[in-house]
Protein backbone atom coordinates (compact mmCIF):
# COMPACT_ATOMS: atom_id res chain seq x y z
CA UNK A 1 0.00 0.00 0.00
CA UNK A 2 1.02 3.67 -0.97
CA UNK A 3 -0.83 6.80 0.76
CA UNK A 4 -0.78 9.23 -1.72
CA UNK A 5 -2.71 12.20 0.52
CA UNK A 6 -4.05 12.69 4.06
CA UNK A 7 -7.07 15.22 3.92
CA UNK A 8 -8.62 15.44 7.61
CA UNK A 9 -12.09 15.87 7.36
CA UNK A 10 -13.44 18.52 9.88
CA UNK A 11 -17.15 18.58 11.67
CA UNK A 12 -18.20 21.90 11.31
CA UNK A 13 -21.44 23.83 12.69
CA UNK A 14 -21.75 26.40 9.33
CA UNK A 15 -19.53 24.93 6.50
CA UNK A 16 -19.79 28.26 4.37
CA UNK A 17 -18.93 30.55 7.64
CA UNK A 18 -16.16 27.92 7.64
CA UNK A 19 -14.72 28.18 3.89
CA UNK A 20 -15.09 32.10 4.17
CA UNK A 21 -12.69 32.09 7.16
CA UNK A 22 -10.37 29.30 5.08
CA UNK A 23 -10.85 31.10 2.14
CA UNK A 24 -11.02 34.84 2.76
CA UNK A 25 -8.55 34.85 5.26
CA UNK A 26 -6.10 32.06 5.19
CA UNK A 27 -6.13 32.13 0.95
CA UNK A 28 -7.19 28.64 0.59
CA UNK A 29 -9.42 28.21 -2.47
CA UNK A 30 -12.90 26.58 -3.11
CA UNK A 31 -13.12 23.22 -4.81
CA UNK A 32 -16.61 21.90 -4.38
CA UNK A 33 -19.38 22.13 -2.09
CA UNK A 34 -22.53 20.36 -1.34
CA UNK A 35 -25.56 21.91 -0.98
CA UNK A 36 -27.55 20.67 1.86
CA UNK A 37 -31.23 20.59 0.28
CA UNK A 38 -30.84 18.50 -2.91
CA UNK A 39 -27.28 17.83 -2.13
CA UNK A 40 -26.71 19.76 -5.36
CA UNK A 41 -22.64 19.94 -6.15
CA UNK A 42 -21.29 23.39 -6.51
CA UNK A 43 -18.07 24.39 -7.47
CA UNK A 44 -18.60 28.20 -7.08
CA UNK A 45 -19.33 30.24 -3.86
CA UNK A 46 -21.27 31.59 -2.20
CA UNK A 47 -23.42 28.35 -2.80
CA UNK A 48 -27.30 28.92 -3.55
CA UNK A 49 -28.15 27.54 -0.09
CA UNK A 50 -26.58 26.29 3.19
CA UNK A 51 -23.66 23.60 2.51
CA UNK A 52 -23.36 20.08 4.01
CA UNK A 53 -19.66 19.52 2.66
CA UNK A 54 -16.80 21.17 0.88
CA UNK A 55 -13.55 21.08 0.19
CA UNK A 56 -11.00 23.84 0.44
CA UNK A 57 -6.83 23.78 -1.33
CA UNK A 58 -4.02 25.97 -0.56
CA UNK A 59 -1.01 23.85 -2.53
CA UNK A 60 -0.66 20.60 -0.92
CA UNK A 61 -3.05 21.29 2.12
CA UNK A 62 -6.31 19.83 1.32
CA UNK A 63 -9.27 20.04 4.17
CA UNK A 64 -12.97 19.21 4.23
CA UNK A 65 -15.64 20.25 5.98
CA UNK A 66 -18.73 18.60 6.75
CA UNK A 67 -21.73 19.21 9.02
CA UNK A 68 -22.32 16.79 12.05
CA UNK A 69 -25.92 16.22 10.61
CA UNK A 70 -24.43 14.96 7.19
CA UNK A 71 -21.06 13.60 9.30
CA UNK A 72 -24.06 11.30 11.87
CA UNK A 73 -25.43 10.20 9.01
CA UNK A 74 -22.90 8.17 7.59
CA UNK A 75 -21.04 7.75 10.88
CA UNK A 76 -23.60 7.44 13.73
CA UNK A 77 -20.86 8.15 16.57
CA UNK A 78 -20.41 11.91 15.28
CA UNK A 79 -24.26 12.71 16.53
CA UNK A 80 -22.46 13.72 20.17
CA UNK A 81 -19.03 14.63 19.02
CA UNK A 82 -18.32 17.75 20.30
CA UNK A 83 -16.74 20.01 17.13
CA UNK A 84 -13.47 21.31 17.43
CA UNK A 85 -11.27 18.83 19.22
CA UNK A 86 -7.78 18.00 20.77
CA UNK A 87 -6.27 17.88 17.29
CA UNK A 88 -3.55 20.06 15.98
CA UNK A 89 -3.45 20.50 12.01
CA UNK A 90 0.02 21.49 11.70
CA UNK A 91 1.21 23.47 8.15
CA UNK A 92 4.01 24.17 6.76
CA UNK A 93 4.56 27.59 5.02
CA UNK A 94 6.59 30.40 4.14
CA UNK A 95 7.01 34.33 5.62
CA UNK A 96 5.18 33.59 8.85
CA UNK A 97 5.65 36.70 10.50
CA UNK A 98 3.61 38.06 6.81
CA UNK A 99 1.09 35.53 8.00
CA UNK A 100 1.29 36.47 11.68
CA UNK A 101 0.30 39.98 10.91
CA UNK A 102 -2.12 39.53 8.40
CA UNK A 103 -4.12 37.12 10.42
CA UNK A 104 -4.19 38.63 14.19
CA UNK A 105 -6.74 40.74 13.23
CA UNK A 106 -9.07 38.05 12.14
CA UNK A 107 -8.08 35.18 14.64
CA UNK A 108 -7.17 34.23 18.09
CA UNK A 109 -4.01 33.73 18.52
CA UNK A 110 -2.71 30.99 21.02
CA UNK A 111 0.64 31.52 20.68
CA UNK A 112 2.53 34.09 19.03
CA UNK A 113 5.44 33.83 16.40
CA UNK A 114 8.21 32.41 18.52
CA UNK A 115 11.27 29.95 17.43
CA UNK A 116 11.63 26.34 18.20
CA UNK A 117 14.43 24.28 19.39
CA UNK A 118 14.30 22.18 16.54
CA UNK A 119 14.72 24.57 13.75
CA UNK A 120 10.82 25.59 13.23
CA UNK A 121 9.39 29.55 13.86
CA UNK A 122 5.81 28.57 15.20
CA UNK A 123 2.26 30.10 16.09
CA UNK A 124 -1.03 28.60 16.59
CA UNK A 125 -3.98 29.98 16.39
CA UNK A 126 -7.86 28.76 16.59
CA UNK A 127 -10.19 28.76 13.70
CA UNK A 128 -14.24 29.48 14.32
CA UNK A 129 -14.83 26.26 14.82
CA UNK A 130 -12.18 25.67 17.97
CA UNK A 131 -9.85 23.69 15.66
CA UNK A 132 -5.84 24.55 16.39
CA UNK A 133 -3.29 25.16 13.06
CA UNK A 134 0.32 25.81 13.60
CA UNK A 135 2.03 27.23 11.33
CA UNK A 136 5.74 26.71 10.95
CA UNK A 137 8.58 27.86 8.65
CA UNK A 138 12.20 26.52 8.75
CA UNK A 139 14.72 28.48 9.93
CA UNK A 140 18.32 28.72 9.49
CA UNK A 141 19.86 26.75 12.74
CA UNK A 142 22.97 27.90 14.32
CA UNK A 143 25.37 25.48 15.32
CA UNK A 144 27.20 25.69 18.21
CA UNK A 145 30.36 23.44 19.35
CA UNK A 146 30.93 22.27 22.65
CA UNK A 147 33.96 24.37 24.13
CA UNK A 148 37.20 22.30 24.29
CA UNK A 149 38.57 22.24 27.51
CA UNK A 150 41.91 23.74 27.87
Given at each position: MTITRATPVLMVEDVGRTVAFYCDVLGFAFVVGVVEAGRETVTTRPAPGPMAFALVEYGQARFMFETRAALAGELPRFAETK??????????????????ARLSEHAPFLKAPHNTFYGTRECSFQDPNGYVLTFAEAVAKTTTTPETPA
Open positions: VGGSLILYLDCTDLDGLY
